[in-house]
């Protein structure tokens, strides 16, 4: 895992948005051990108490779940999968309206344009495999 | 106590390269000496005994050989002296090589979880352990190098000389007291010159500059108290009995030294830096 | 803890400590930043009686620095403190000779850890490798705190990469660490408590974490303000 952190963001919030980005890529599955605090605190380089204040965070929000002295794993529940990956959705588009509706462009002309670039791109990423 | 003595050993085993030439140093230029003297007067003997045909008991009428004169030849002497001089500048070293040089030894012996003061302890021990060795080392270099001289010059030319004969040498009678007595009166002295060096170091090592000064006022006035009652002795000659002097001495040597110890002590917990 | 409490000191005329307050806690590492000749590295040698001070107090879990505290602190100053001729196998010996906290099997896996082959004379080392020696001689004492002088400084930057992954290793978890650094860049997220020190004097003392969730700065963010006052 190699992540590059911002300074100015909270370094556990960081970390936070970065499982959910593995759950919405499919990288964790439901059910599957994650890495104790202080490996995951060595993957990242960083501090073991801000690994640990994650996965507390993480846990309240019930993304991840620890049975007794089990390892913790990703949680299994659906609806939580679900509304992280929405919740990234969601938080990409807000950013990208943000900064279209600061340059008043039309929303046909907008979907049109990310409709070919997206096609495009896809089809490059085909290509080049 | 533990500490103390691993401290010890491992003082000792800083210098004991250093020792070893020193060793290796008197040793060699010792039995060199030995032979290069009985050669040199045989050869010399021969050569006036030739010249002036004389008989050998004419010869050794004027002069005979006398292990003397190898005892006060520069090959036993310059040993000595070197080794001596080599302590001395030692003993100042022994404490400033853990402040200089590239690693700063001098954190990790005050970081230690032991009493500083053992490091002071170990040091003064090492000097006068090394001391003692060169002591003992001459002690058996001296009938080895009395067999070499009586294997060169026959016994006709040699005036007789017993071991103990040494004693009435200048040097040697010096560096060996021939009583108890005055052994650990001698190596005593010795051993709170050292104790006294040493502090006054310390009050260097905490102070800087103002404790240079303070090093040397120390050092004289511990100094003074230390010879105060031998000018007692001589200023009011057959005042004293030489007991109450020798007792008078002893109190202050007691003195002197705790207190060399006590300072270095309270300066190594309290005032040192590094 | 580590409770350094109005603690004044002068050198000569020079005031190097002007009534510096900190204090570091266990499991948090504390990163002392100023620029050099701020007095960083004598507040280190003062926390171990290494120097000393005017007035002021400095306790380590409620008490003042005995003999005995030499097992639970540790200093790993800018230098090694070992003598250079010693191989790396003697310098552990002499540590294990003298302290009751030195754990070999630690040192063993630093060793392994840091790639040094314990035949190596000091004195022969590379320079990033006489760092990572000087760091395992004192990483490998159990001790409950370690004060690090400036650990990143003057070396290679992989020597710094593998110093830097000790700090999110088991072999500080639940130790409280005081560094000292005039470049926060590299550690900035290695940190909990970032202490900004000026001459003498403490001028701000906060968790980044806090900083960074509150106000949205980092630690440079921090230091732009409380020195360009």
């Known amino acids: ?129 | ?274 | 803890m580590i409770e350094v409490k109005n603690v004044k000191k002068k050198y000569g005329r020079k005031q190097v400590l002007n009534g510096l307050s900190f204090t570091a806690k266990k499991g948090e590492i504390t990163c002392l930043i100023g620029i050099n000749g701020v007095g960083k590295t004598t507040i280190m040698k003062a926390i171990m009686a290494l120097t000393p001070i005017n007035s002021g107090e400095i306790l380590i879990d409620g008490e003042k620095i005995r003999k005995e505290s030499y097992d639970k602190i540790t200093f790993i100053p800018d230098t090694i403190t070992m003598l250079p001729q010693m191989k790396i196998a003697e310098a552990f010996a002499f540590m294990a000779d003298f302290y009751k906290s030195w754990n070999p099997q630690r040192a063993e896996e630093l060793l392994k850890f840091f790639k040094l082959d314990p035949t190596e004379r000091i004195a022969n080392l590379s320079k990033g490798n006489t760092a990572k020696v000087n760091m395992l001689l004192g990483l490998a004492l159990d001790v409950d705190y370690l004060l690090m002088d400036e650990p990143f400084s003057g070396i290679d930057i992989f020597s710094r990469e593998q110093i830097a992954e000790v700090f999110t290793s088991h072999l500080i978890e639940d130790r409280g660490v005081i560094i000292t650094t005039h470049e926060i860049n590299d550690i900035e997220h290695l940190i909990d408590r970032a202490v900004l020190i000026d001459e003498g004097e403490v001028l701000k003392d906060f968790s980044v974490e806090e900083v960074r969730e509150n106000e949205g700065k980092s630690v440079v963010d921090v230091m732009r303000e409380v020195y360009r006052r």
Request: hydrophobic share 50%.
């Open chain 1, 1 to 129: 895992m190699n992540v590059k952190f911002n300074n100015r963001d909270p370094l556990y919030v960081q970390v936070i948005r970065h499982f959910k980005e593995q759950i919405a890529k499919g990288y964790f599955e439901p059910g599957q051990e994650i890495p104790s605090r202080r490996e995951l605190a060595n993957q990242l380089k960083i501090n073991p108490n801000t690994a640990q204040r994650a996965y507390k965070e993480m846990e309240e929000q019930g993304l991840i779940f620890t049975e007794g002295n089990m390892p913790s794993c990703i949680t299994k529940d659906d609806a939580v999968l679900k509304s992280v990956r929405e919740e990234l959705i969601i938080e990409a588009v807000d950013l990208f309206l943000g900064s279209i509706k600061s340059i008043n462009v039309p929303l046909s002309e907008v979907l049109e344009l990310v409709e070919k670039k997206y096609d495009a791109e896809s089809g490059e990423a085909e290509e080049s495999k």
């Open chain 2, 1 to 274: 106590m533990k500490s103390y003595l691993k401290l010890v050993h491992f003082e000792i085993s800083r210098f004991f390269k250093l020792y070893l030439i020193l060793i290796g140093l008197t040793v060699v230029s010792q039995l060199i000496g030995a032979v290069i003297v009985s050669k040199g007067y045989m050869s010399s003997a021969e050569k006036v005994m030739y010249a002036n045909q004389l008989s050998v008991s004419k010869y050794i009428e004027q002069s005979a050989f006398s292990f003397s004169r190898f005892i006060n030849s520069e090959w036993f002497v310059m040993p000595i002296v070197f080794c001596i001089a080599m302590l001395m500048i030692y003993v100042f070293f022994i404490w400033y090589r853990d402040w200089f040089g590239k690693n700063t030894f001098i954190y990790r012996l005050l970081m230690l979880p032991t009493e500083r003061i053992n490091i002071y302890f170990a040091k003064l021990t090492t000097i006068m352990l090394l001391v003692l060795g060169l002591i003992t080392l001459q002690i058996l270099l001296v009938p080895i190098e009395m067999q070499i001289v009586n294997g060169i010059v026959p016994a006709d030319f040699r005036t007789n000389f017993p071991f103990y004969g040494i004693y009435d040498q200048e040097i040697w009678g010096f560096l060996y007291p021939n009583t108890p007595v005055g052994f650990i009166l001698l190596y005593g002295i010795g051993l709170i010159f050292v104790a006294i060096l040493f502090t006054s170091i310390l009050f260097e090592r905490s102070f800087g500059l103002k404790g240079i000064f303070c090093g040397i006022v120390y050092g004289m006035f511990s100094f003074g108290v230390l010879v105060a009652p031998l000018i007692l002795a001589v200023s009011y000659t057959g005042y004293f009995y030489p007991l109450e002097i020798y007792l008078m001495e002893l109190v202050t040597s007691i003195i002197v030294l705790g207190s060399a110890i006590w300072i270095a002590n309270h300066l190594l917990k309290h005032k040192i830096r590094v």
